[in-house]
Structures are given as C-alpha cells and as structure tokens.
C-alpha cells in the first residue's frame, strides 16, 4: 500500500469549509472521532487546526470560499493527499444584518458572494473528482432563513433561497452519477454567527426603521450565546445521517426547524387553497 492509501484505508474522506470555527469545527471533530480522514478548510490553516486539534487524519488547507482558484487548489490538496473527496460539507458562511434599504449594494453582493456562490465554487471545483469515483455526498448547510424569510434578513435570506433552489436542482443533475445530496436548514444553534467575527449590521441611517434597528440588533445581540441547538449534536447528526442508504433531500435541524417545516408547509396549502379557482382558471379557453 501507499502511504496516501494507508493514511485512507477504511476511511471516509470528509472535506469541509468554514472548519476553523462554529459548526464547521464541530463537524471535523465529529468526523474524526468517528474515523475519517477530514480536509478543514478556512482562510487561516492555522486557526484551523488550533481549533481541531493536530491528528493524523487532518489536512488543514486555505481556502477562501469566494475564490474559484483557491477552492480548486483546495480540493486538489485534498486529492494529492488522501486520493478521494467522499464527502463535501458547504459550511462556510457570514451574516449581513439589516433592513433592505439600509444595507448597501456592496455588503448585499457581498453576502450572496460568500453564502451562495461560495458553496457552488467549492462544488464546481470538487464535481469532476466524485464524478470520477462515481459516489459522493454533497452536504449544504443552508438555514431556516431558506424557507421562510423574515425581517432583517433580506440578503442572507436572498443567498439561502438561492442556495436552496440551486441545491434541489443539482441533486438531479448529479444523481445518475452516484453522487448524493442533502441540504440542511438549522434554525437557532449556538454557534459563531452572531458574534461580530460573522455578523455585520446595517448602519442605521433611514429614521423610519431606526427605533426598530435598534431592537432587533439588542435582541439578537442578546442572544448570541444562549441559542437553544448544540452544535455538537448536530454535528454527530450529520456523521450518522451519512452513513444511511436513503438521505433526506431536506434535513430540518433543530426542534425549531422542524416547527418551521410545518408551518411553512401550511401556509403553502393555505396560499394554494385561498383563491385555488381564481389560480386555476388562467389558461387559454382553447386549452
């Protein structure tokens, strides 16, 4: 056997982005406890592996998620290295908070640069190496902000709409190759994104929604730290969720998620239902 071989022998390769802190250290850790060999990506290698822990299974690597040349020297390393990517975990991500108006063109774009077009960087990168094996998973860590969106969150929920559709799509086009897909919608867990490393606020400057700027930014300030889900758990989720033969396009993360899940379903049925004749009834009387 080859060193490279020895290293992977009876592993799954795990390959994760945003794994220098929050959830994406969770999972490493998760996946090497469990056996794996794991790729941690980030833009500081060395915060990444501070934050895992030096194991033998690890490749820490730089990565900048917006960079389409980083993420392909990146999954390049990831092959050189242990031979395979198994599974790619998009988790990487920031948070632009604010209201529509007040957030700028430049700090919009710049959301969906790092939590929508981030993710398909890393996967159009890592595509032609599980194509080539023909097996892999695909894990999205999207958001409940990508069911259902809210106030204050107009660019992030913009980026994980989009992330969504991209996402549900993709698993078709993949599927005949033996490649898997899940996304994942967390609701509130305690993790690193409200901390001012992740979350940028919108300047206050349209009098109009100062008074409630300055409510929602104290409430989710005051929540940072005291969200309800484990990321630990979630973590050793996903590990299990992996290793089954028939996945969930969608995984709800959290009790929180899932009440979301059924209401979100309910006001579809309810918006369907409210004028269902009116809806349909639009095609040509020669139909």
């Known amino acids: 056997m080859t060193e490279q071989n020895e290293t992977v022998a009876g592993k799954k390769v795990w390959f994760i982005t945003g794994a220098g802190r929050g959830m994406g ?20 290698p060395e915060k990444v592996t501070r934050a895992i822990g030096q194991n033998d299974a690890l490749l820490a690597v730089r990565l900048d998620v917006t960079d389409p040349a980083d993420a392909t020297a990146a ?15 998009n988790n990487a991500g920031n948070f632009y908070a604010g209201f529509f108006e ?6 919009f774009r710049a959301q969906v640069e790092t939590t929508m077009f981030g993710p398909m960087n890393v996967t159009r990168a890592a595509l032609p190496v599980l194509r080539a094996q023909r097996s892999g998973l695909l894990v999205t860590i999207s958001s409940t902000a990508g069911i259902a969106g809210g106030e204050f969150l107009t660019a992030y929920a913009a980026s994980k709409f989009g992330v969504e559709g991209w996402a549900e799509s993709l698993a078709t086009e993949v599927a005949p190759f033996g490649i898997r897909t899940m996304i994942v919608e967390p609701g509130f867990f305690r993790t690193e994104l409200l901390t001012p490393e992740s979350t940028s606020y919108a300047a206050s400057t349209i009098e109009d929604y100062a008074e409630r700027t300055e409510q929602t930014v104290t409430a989710w300030k005051g929540m940072n730290g005291q969200q309800g889900g484990d990321p630990a758990k979630l973590a050793a989720a996903l590990i299990h969720l992996a290793e089954l033969d028939e996945l969930p396009l969608r995984f709800a993360a959290g009790a929180d998620a899932v009440g979301l899940f059924d209401s979100r379903a309910k006001q579809l049925q309810d918006q369907a239902n409210a004028h269902r004749e009116l809806s349909s009834n639009l095609a040509h009387d020669d139909a």
């Open 75 to 89: 999954v390049q390393a990831a092959v050189d290295r242990f031979g395979r990517i198994d599974v790619l975990v």
């Open 25 to 44: 250290t969770d999972i490493a850790k998760a996946a090497l406890a469990a056996g794996h060999a794991v790729v941690a990506t980030g833009r500081n």
């Open 102 to 107: 007040e957030i700028t063109p430049e700090d």
